[in-house]
């Protein structure tokens, strides 16, 4: 329960490969962040004015570890003290996570920069220490009699908690005693050592080489600019860099595998500690979400194959190719509308595209660029991709790395979704209950890209334009619910074998995903060996099976746009009350009152029938 910000994955938008960057030689040497226009970063003064005001804040921790201490030993006394003690603890918390929250996002502005790592170093530090001074809380609770604990949850102090001390009461077979508790909140920096190396390793150390782009001229392969390659109208520019992204991986591989294998690791240690059956049962159960849930996903995804590979035969016929390859899935079918769209632009486009969330939902979103949200430009060492992340005393800023393409601005809207799922929840909740479940997360971001799609198809009649449209909506679902299935495939695999013991190796690594590469898109392409690498390039694989999340967000995304579209204000209602709800009930309860019932494998089948729509028609043109 205790400090979230550490706990909580960033948001990171991923899944169109990282964020794209102009081919220009210019761009082979980056801006420093602190060189960029200060209208275009964000602004983060109104957290911290500066490092010394953190400093000074962050010397006052302790202070606030020890108010939430005192409170040791004293639970049972009354339901008041217990009150008392919740109110301490999420004082401190958010005290520490705005602490934390600040520190990362500088870091992330220049992740080479050793003064913004330091900084990072410490608050994580600090936590680890705090998490282990503090580990006696959820312990003491359930060392309670329940019975006593039964008639505390029905006092009116304790009325605001009573869905914590449910869940607490519900994760009592999963929690150690005070003293392991300790030793394993004060190993928390260590065991999240292997997704640091990787990280650093990822986003700081590996270089690439350059690259002959379209105009024969050499440019540096960045991970920002590696989607623009594949985006290339031109087969050997898309297939050089597909090779020399994989092949300098190819040279890491030992590193990966055992970075890979040390996180993978960490989550079966902990699953069995905790007495879950395995590592996945053990992420899923804070959302109260039944495996089930993961297990009908890629089973549904795998029973819509066929519309995968219908959609691959129309790109191949599109594009000429007598073979394709994993390269040939990115570019536009409609090369003819390969835009560059100013940031100006794409602002303009996503505000009137989310016209039908309502006059509030507008107006809020105007704070996004008055109070400077957003940091926009890719610069050097700043991290690759884009995310949305905050703290409930901060904005809930946007990191991006924009470069004017069209999937630059579809990843503007999803950002800004959310942020304003973030927004919406610290205003409508109370701190203790506004930090809404991963497992909702994409859900908000990718509706406003569908939204998006759905005004910019009514805004241009050209048939071209339509056309460049449907293949971006089609490769978004393609990206986001078959892609991210058989990465969620894969990371299910991966654990059920760090169960057993099994050492990840880089041949083992490369085997498997290859053969489940093949087993998603081998009907239709025979793929280079390469792609056997990819894994290696997947950040979210060290985020504790997140990446299913994309997938079923998409699958509510397509029916909650729908119902917003409608013109239905009961609707509308329905869908701004899941953005307010934050963590007050149950993800699958939230989601069903916002009119998606995931529990069932249903609106993944409706989601990938509407993407066997979208083939159809692009198969017409």
């Known amino acids: 329960m205790l400090f979230k910000a550490l706990n909580a994955a960033i948001l990171p938008k991923t899944y169109n490969i990282q964020q794209e960057d102009t081919m220009s030689s210019k761009k082979e040497s980056l801006p420093l962040h602190q060189d960029l226009p200060v209208a275009d970063t964000w ?33 049972a006394e009354s339901p008041a003290v217990m009150r008392e003690a919740f109110d301490t603890m999420d004082r401190f918390e958010r005290f520490a996570e705005k602490l934390y929250c600040y520190a990362h996002l500088k870091a992330d502005e220049n992740t080479a920069d050793s003064g913004n790592k330091a900084r990072l170093g410490r608050i994580e530090s600090k936590f680890a220490e705090i998490s282990g001074a503090t580990a006696w809380f959820e312990p003491e609770i359930m060392a309670m009699d329940e019975a006593k604990i039964k008639a505390f949850m029905e006092s009116p102090e304790l009325d605001f908690y009573r869905k914590s001390m449910e ?16 030793l394993l909140g004060l190993g928390g920096d260590v065991f999240s050592l292997s997704g640091k190396v990787f990280s650093a390793l990822n986003n700081a150390d590996m270089t690439f080489p350059q690259v002959l782009n379209e105009h024969g001229k050499k440019t540096l392969l960045t991970h920002g600019n590696y989607s623009k390659f594949l985006e290339s109208g031109s087969r050997p520019v898309r297939k050089r860099a597909f090779e020399a992204m994989l092949d300098t991986y190819a040279k890491f591989r030992n590193t990966m595998a055992a970075t890979l294998d040390g996180n993978v690791k960490k989550h079966v240690y902990s699953a069995k500690i905790r007495n879950y059956p395995s590592a996945l049962e053990a992420s899923l159960f804070s959302d109260n979400v039944p495996v089930a849930v993961y297990d009908n996903l890629i089973k549904a995804v795998r029973g819509k194959l066929p519309h995968l590979h219908r959609y691959l035969k129309v790109r191949r016929k599109a594009l000429g190719l007598r073979r394709m390859d994993m390269y040939d899935m990115y570019n536009p079918l409609v090369p003819d509308y390969r835009l560059k769209v100013s940031f100006e632009q794409a602002v303009e486009w996503v505000k009137a595209a989310l016209k039908p969330m309502g006059k509030e939902y507008c107006a809020i979103l105007e704070k996004a660029f008055e109070q400077r949200w957003i940091d926009i430009h890719e610069c050097k060492g700043k991290r690759s991709g884009a995310y949305s992340s905050g703290c409930y005393d901060s ?41 809404y479940s991963i497992f909702v997360a994409e859900v908000a971001s990718t509706t406003n890209e569908l939204l998006l799609h759905d005004y910019l ?29 058989m990465f969620a495939e894969f990371e299910k695999h991966i654990h059920e074998l760090g169960g057993k013991s099994v050492t990840l190796t880089a041949d083992q690594l490369c085997r498997d995903y290859y053969k489940l590469n093949d087993d998603y898109f081998g009907a239709v392409i025979k793929a280079d060996r390469r792609i ?24 509510a995304a397509v029916k909650l746009s729908q119902n917003i579209l409608s013109g ?37 089948y409706e989601a990938l029938d509407k993407f066997g729509e979208v083939v159809e028609a692009l198969a017409q043109d």
């Open 568 to 604: 239905d204000p009961a609707k509308l209602q329905d869908y701004l009350g899941f953005l307010k709800a934050g963590d007050s009930k149950d993800v699958l309860d939230i989601m069903k009152d916002a009119g998606v019932d995931l529990s069932t494998p249903a609106p993944v």
């Open 43 to 75: 602004d983060l003064i109104p957290m911290y004015a500066d490092g010394t005001v953190w400093e000074k804040e962050f010397a006052e921790v302790d202070r606030y570890a020890e108010a939430f201490i005192a409170f040791r030993g004293r639970l």
């Open 457 to 485: 198809m009514k805004q241009n009649p050209e048939p071209a334009f339509k056309s460049y449209l449907l293949c971006h909506l089609a490769d978004e679902i393609r990206g986001t619910i078959f892609r991210q299935t």
């Open 532 to 555: 056997e690498m990819e894994w290696a390039r997947i950040p979210h694989f060290y985020y504790n099976f997140y990446v299913y999340k994309y997938a079923t967000g998409m699958s």
């Open 395 to 435: 904005y809930p800023y946007i990191l991006l790395n924009f470069n004017g393409t069209l999937n630059d601005v579809f990843t503007l809207a999803h950002e800004l979704g959310h942020s304003m799922h973030s927004y919406y929840s610290n205003k409508h909740q109370e701190y203790h209950y506004a930090d």
């Open 167 to 182: 869940e607490l009461m519900r994760e009592r077979s999963h929690i150690l005693s005070e003293k392991e508790e300790r």
